[in-house]
């Protein structure tokens, strides 16, 4: 492919993020939305804990295949890619925070509401950051 180094971990890191907010939010929302099922606590520790291993091993199995450009420091363009990435997710995740605050005044809520929309506020600004990176890779920036 002609994806660069970067693209290819701001790839494996998006799709990875996604799958463990769709499996972690999918099981909340079953539980709370159609009172299927009772999620464990450790369900979230244990889906970051798989994220890690797997990007761990992706990332290993891409520095293998691409020693070089794995080793290269990012030069201006990613540099600005980078920046450019974080300025789309820092409003993103400021909104979803405030969001979440706003979870301490819905009648009959509570502390794990709270947490779980600080975590969705989480998600979604790593999902923003990455999805961003992407397309600044795919524009040629």
């Known amino acids: ?24 939010f999918g099981a909340i929302g079953a539980h709370i939305f159609l009172h299927v099922g009772h999620p464990s606590a450790w369900l979230f520790p244990a889906l970051v804990a798989g994220v890690a ?24 363009r990613e540099q600005l ?5 974080k300025n789309v997710s820092y409003p993103v995740l400021a909104l979803c925070a405030f ?3 706003g979870t301490m005044h819905i009648p009959g809520g509570n502390r794990f509401d709270m947490a779980q929309a600080i975590l969705f506020a989480i998600v979604a600004g790593e999902l923003s950051r990455f999805g961003a990176q992407i397309v600044y890779f795919r524009r040629g920036f």
């Open 99 to 101: 969001a979440a605050i």
């Open 53 to 76: 291993l797997i990007e761990v091993v992706l990332s290993l199995v891409l520095q293998a295949k691409a020693p070089d450009e794995a080793r290269t420091p990012r030069d201006e």
């Open 81 to 85: 890619i980078a920046l450019k990435a």
């Open 1 to 24: 492919s002609n994806m660069s180094f970067r693209e290819k971990s701001a790839w494996i890191s998006f799709v990875l993020i996604l799958a463990l907010g769709v499996t972690y």
